[in-house]
């Protein structure tokens, strides 16, 4: 009886010892786990970040392809407005650029800053990293190209812009020559067309200083002729393309001015005159542009 408690004793004791031994193992295995667990989700998180930067900065770089073909095929037209829309496309450019490096950059302390053991994997990551910075580098040339393109495009837009205003006022400068030579013309025509005729008996005109009375001997044999001084306000003014009858009024009429036979006529009745006649204007105002008749 004392050997059978014994060695229930002996197996008890046995048993809790291995009991607390497999409870230590069991422990450390949890604690492995987790840890494992811990580094897989690290590695899924770091993996997924990872992927998410790569696409964002691959997108941009297919944004800033596009911008760069838009700048290019905007450059063969050369106006203010072009420009505008250049420097848009740059600014969003710089901006697209921006933002790389800064993923770039989280890319990096992602890298420096996981624990996991899978060096292939990460070598791989870091490599990738490695091709954006190159792609960024590369982009960062061309864009240095377009803006130094863009600045030869500005100054020959400016240049065509001075080219254009010095044109217009070229231009605006033979539009006021040609227009003061018109107003020439127009004035030179306008007197070749203008003369002047007044009517009025003898005494009428001599009054008004229209025509002076020279000649003669003792004030006998005087003859009246244009004054030499001549006032113009006495006299109608006329257009001589437009009028080629000026009515009269008297008994006869009598031109003091000269003016050919056959150029003009005297119309009316034998008691009085009516009007008179132009036949030929260009012949009968050549002698003179004024024409006095006297009428009684």
Not at 219 to 237: P, T
């Amino acid at each position: 009886m004392k050997k059978t408690i014994l060695i229930s004793l002996i197996l008890f004791g046995l048993f809790s010892c291995k009991n607390k031994e497999l409870e230590q193992e069991v422990a450390s295995l949890k604690e492995i786990n987790n840890k494992l667990t811990n580094s897989n989700f690290e590695q899924d998180s770091t993996i997924t970040n990872f992927m998410e930067s790569f696409n964002e900065i691959s997108q941009n770089l297919v944004e800033i392809r596009e911008k760069e073909t838009s700048i290019e095929l905007s450059s063969e037209n050369k106006s203010g407005k072009v420009k505008d829309l250049i420097n848009e496309d740059l600014q969003i450019i710089n901006d697209l650029m921006a933002q790389n490096r800064a993923k770039i950059e989280e890319l990096d302390k992602q890298l420096k800053g996981s624990y996991y053991t899978n060096s292939k994997l990460k070598k791989a990551m870091e490599k990738l990293k490695e091709d954006f910075m190159a792609q960024i580098e590369t982009k960062d040339g061309e864009i240095s190209v377009l803006k130094a393109d863009l600045e030869k495009m500005n100054y020959a837009i400016e240049e065509l812009n001075s080219s254009i205003t010095s044109l217009s006022e070229e231009s605006i400068e033979k539009d006021g020559i040609i227009s003061e030579k018109k107003e020439i013309i127009s004035e030179q025509t306008e007197k070749l067309h203008t003369a002047f005729y007044a009517l009025g008996n003898s005494k009428e005109l001599v009054e008004k200083e229209i025509v002076a009375k020279e000649g003669g001997f003792i004030g006998i044999g005087k003859s009246l002729n244009l004054s030499k001084n001549i006032d113009e306000d006495q006299f109608n003014k006329i257009d001589i393309t437009e009028t080629l009858d000026i009515p009269l009024v008297g008994k006869k009429a009598e031109l003091i001015t000269s003016h050919p036979e056959g150029s003009y006529k005297i119309e009316g009745s034998e008691k009085e005159v009516a009007k008179l006649v132009i036949l030929d204007p260009e012949k009968f105002w050549n002698s003179s542009k004024y024409l006095v008749v006297m009428v009684d």
